[in-house]
């Protein structure tokens, strides 16, 4: 029973932030590289943000780089998704996923997947 539960979409304002969780059930999250991938209606999954699991190493997409940042709480064994400056464009269902090597943005090496969250950026 392996479970990553995604929480803290909702609504909100262009410019305004939401916080996202992925709270692991089952297994430690801090032995493994873990990302956040979102979804558009009608596009492709694309990676969002990734944290490595010895280092705490970190890569963004482009496009959220200097308004998001991953960061991990290893005591509530869980991974966290600032996003600030939220825009029209970031609207999404967004999900958080577990690699056991270095899964980097790349979504075929990822094993484990929650379920999603809806982030809807609207005025």
């Known amino acids: 029973q392996l479970q990553l539960v995604e929480s803290g979409g909702g609504m909100v304002q262009p410019g305004e932030s939401l916080r996202l969780s992925c709270a692991g059930s089952g297994f430690t999250l801090e032995s493994y590289a873990i990302a956040w991938f979102r979804q558009a209606p009608g596009a492709k999954r694309e990676g969002v943000a990734y944290?490595?699991?010895?280092?705490?190493?970190?890569l963004y997409q482009g496009s959220v780089r200097g308004r998001f940042t991953i960061s991990r709480d290893n005591a509530k064994n869980t991974v966290y998704l600032q996003m600030n400056s939220l825009k029209f464009e970031d609207t999404a269902v967004y999900y958080c996923?577990?690699?056991?090597?270095?899964?980097?943005?790349?979504?075929?090496?990822?094993?484990?997947w929650g379920q999603g969250t809806q982030v809807t950026v609207s005025s």
């Open positions: 996923a577990a690699d056991d090597f270095r899964g980097l943005l790349i979504s075929p090496n990822y094993d484990y």
């Open positions: 944290i490595s699991s010895t280092h705490n190493d970190t």
